[in-house]
T-cell receptor, first 116, second 113 residues
Framework: GNSVTQMEGPVTLSEEAFLTINCTYT??????LFWYVQYPGEGLQLLLK?????DKGSNKGFEATYRKETTSFHLEKGSVQVSDSAVYFC???????????????FGKGTLLTVNP | EAGVTQFPSHSVIEKGQTVTLRCDPI?????LYWYRRVMGKEIKFLLH????????ESGMPNNRFLAERTGGTYSTLKVQPAELEDSGVYFC???????????FGPGTRLTVL
């Protein structure tokens, strides 16, 4: 079945540091890939997505590139801020053969803490 | 426009009791999903409604879990009787159609003692 593996946390960085959170996936088909973020006390929010190989998703200074050859979708940001402190989830969509479901398969989440 | 709402935000019950979680999707969203995150593990899919019909319930752990969506609006997820391993955060999401972005609620944290 499909699965997502992302780097274990927690990750603690100083403000303006470079961020990378690794994510690799296993999928039988050709999934879409996502990064979701959960800020303290809030629900999951879609941060960015990519739907085909070599696509780059970007939002709020975060980027991730869909790498089919390495089955990866690593999240990066050049300069993190305190407000980026949150839990980050890598996910893929599962488009079954019937074409009737887009359930998401998630990784375990990575807690990021950014200190001033 | 109101987002996805879930009630309650927290629930603490004893093993063997019954708990009902509620999700109100974004108005007009026919697709409604339930997910669960057990402590330290992945967020896992439970089931998917299209309007009032269960499209996919392959992620439901066992028959102690019952989900309903009467009238195709809000949904409830009942756990009866609750077991210790049911503890976790239950998320609801909705989308306007297949392949569209899923909007998540804040989750219900369930603790079974």
């Amino acid at each position: 079945g499909n699965s997502v593996t992302q780097m274990e946390g927690p990750v603690t960085l100083s403000e303006e540091a470079f961020l990378t959170i690794n994510c690799t996936y296993t999928a039988t088909g050709y999934p879409s890939l996502f990064w979701y973020v959960q800020y303290p006390g809030e629900g999951l929010q879609l941060l960015l997505k990519a739907t085909k190989a070599d696509d780059k998703g970007s939002n709020k200074g975060f980027e991730a590139t869909y790498r089919k050859e390495t089955t990866s979708f690593h999240l990066e940001k050049g300069s993190v801020q305190v407000s980026d402190s949150a839990v980050y989830f890598c996910a893929l969509s599962d488009f079954n053969s019937g074409g009737s479901n887009y359930k998401l398969t998630f990784g375990k989440g990575t807690l990021l803490t950014v200190n001033p | 426009e109101a987002g996805v709402t879930q009630f309650p935000s927290h629930s603490v019950i004893e093993k063997g009791q019954t708990v009902t979680l509620r999700c109100d999707p974004i108005s007009g969203h026919d697709n409604l999903y339930w997910y669960r995150r057990v402590m330290g593990k992945e967020i896992k899919f439970l089931l998917h409604f299209v309007k009032e019909s269960k499209q996919d319930e392959s992620g439901m752990p066992n028959n102690r879990f019952l989900a309903e969506r009467t009238g195709g609006t809000y949904s409830t997820l009942k756990v009866q009787p609750a077991e210790l391993e049911d503890s976790g955060v239950y998320f609801c999401a909705s989308s306007q159609g297949f392949g569209y972005e899923q909007f998540f609620g804040p989750g219900t944290r369930l603790t079974v003692l």
